[in-house]
């Protein structure tokens, strides 16, 4: 017997009832697709600025770094033309100062040069105070002074004395001045000259901090953020063997002064002005004393010091000062007395100038 067939169940086809969704729920679930997109996207992005920014900023320090020794090179060759120039004369140049300031360091390296000018007499210039100085002359011929300074020129005569002759004077110290002691027969004996000297100071922001260079005397020496003051170009100081087998001790002070403001912008034009060049020896010397102190930082002075006798602590350490020629300390090794120049018993000249510049807008 064949079963019957219940035909309300076949009627129908069987469906999957699926929930529809409305209009405006679709709406809603689109925004929210693209705002995730947007989050994701900035996301990357701040990652790829967070991984890049130390390389953007360490090439941004660079390019500063890069214009600050630029600037401070073509103020060396300007400076040196200028100073080299009679007086009243010079150059104007353009240099762009966007994200560089430039600054004087005003009377910040003091140097003294002594000297004997005969070989037959011995004597030492001591400054007491402002406005008195200390002759001692071993053989006593010593006779008069002549102090010359921004102020004038002084004449002082005085008695033979073997002990020290104390001369009061109205010159001024707190430039340069230089002493002349002289005979009876006004023949030159000696002469001792303090001269300090200002210059200029670059400074250029950094990502750390400020960058510093300082250009005074012909050196250079340079700070950057969170490290100690560098020498990287010392003094314009130099001796030469001549072909007579004598030495030549050539000193040229840089004196840089800065009138009124620089100021900062793309392109600033700046009067370099020769205030006329200066000489203060030329000639054959003995017992030949110097001393230099910079002010700007204390460790720059050690660094001049190290320099100086780095070959004198050469030859002490191998036992060669017998037949050493050079830079040597005055009294103590440190060079804290000053230097001398060790000829081995050889005649030495001795050559100083001041080249002298105005720098202004």
């Keep these: 017997m064949i079963p019957k067939v219940v035909t309300h169940v076949n009627a129908h086809d069987s469906a999957v009832f699926r929930p529809s969704l409305r ?29 890049l920014n130390p390389y953007i900023s360490d090439f941004e320090d660079n390019t500063n770094w890069n214009s600050a020794n630029g600037i401070a090179d073509r103020f060396e060759d300007r400076i040196d033309v200028a100073g080299s120039s009679p007086e009243g ?14 600054q004087p360091v005003i009377k910040v390296e003091t140097w003294t040069i002594a000297a ?23 053989n006593e011929t ?7 300074s921004p102020m004038g020129t002084e004449n002082h005569s005085f008695n033979a004395a073997f002990d020290e002759v104390i001369i009061s004077h109205g010159a001024a110290q707190d430039h340069w001045m230089s002493v002349t002691v ?16 200002s210059g200029i100071q670059i400074s250029t922001s950094l990502g750390l901090g400020e960058h510093q260079i300082a250009l005074v005397n012909d050196a250079r020496a340079e700070r950057f953020p969170n490290e100690p003051w560098k020498v990287s170009q010392f003094p314009n100081i130099e001796l030469d063997t001549l072909v007579t087998g004598e030495s030549r001790l050539s000193i040229v002070l840089t004196d840089v002064t800065i009138d009124g403001n620089i100021g900062s912008g793309e392109n600033i034009g700046m009067n370099m002005v020769s205030k006329g060049p200066m000489t203060l020896f030329t000639g054959q010397a003995y017992h030949v004393k110097f001393t230099v102190e910079n002010a700007l930082n204390d460790l720059i002075t050690p660094q001049y010091h190290d320099k100086l ?9 191998s ?16 060079g804290a007395d000053g230097f001398t120049v060790e000829t081995q018993s050889m005649a030495m000249y001795l050559e100083v100038d001041v080249k002298r510049v105005e720098v202004s807008r």
Excluded: C
């Excluded at 209009?23 to 967070?50: C, H, K, P, Y």
């Excluded at 010593?142 to 010359?148: F, H």
């Design 23 to 51: 209009r405006d729920e679709r709406g809603v679930s689109e925004v929210l697709g693209v705002v995730m997109m947007l989050a994701m996207v900035v996301t990357i992005m701040g990652g790829v600025w967070i991984f």
């Design 89 to 102: 004369t010079g150059i104007r140049h353009t240099l762009a100062l966007k994200s560089t300031m430039v």
């Design 116 to 138: 004997d000018l005969t070989p037959d007499e011995r004597i030492t210039v001591r400054t007491i105070n402002n406005s008195a100085i200390g002759i001692t002359a071993i």
């Design 142 to 148: 010593a006779r008069s002074v002549t102090i010359e």
């Design 182 to 197: 002289l005979d009876a027969d006004q023949r030159p004996l000696h002469r001792s000259v303090s001269y300090i000297v």
């Design 309 to 317: 006798l780095e070959d004198y602590t050469l030859n002490r350490a």
């Design 319 to 334: 036992g060669t000062l017998d037949t050493f020629t050079g830079y040597a300390p005055y009294l103590r090794a440190s």
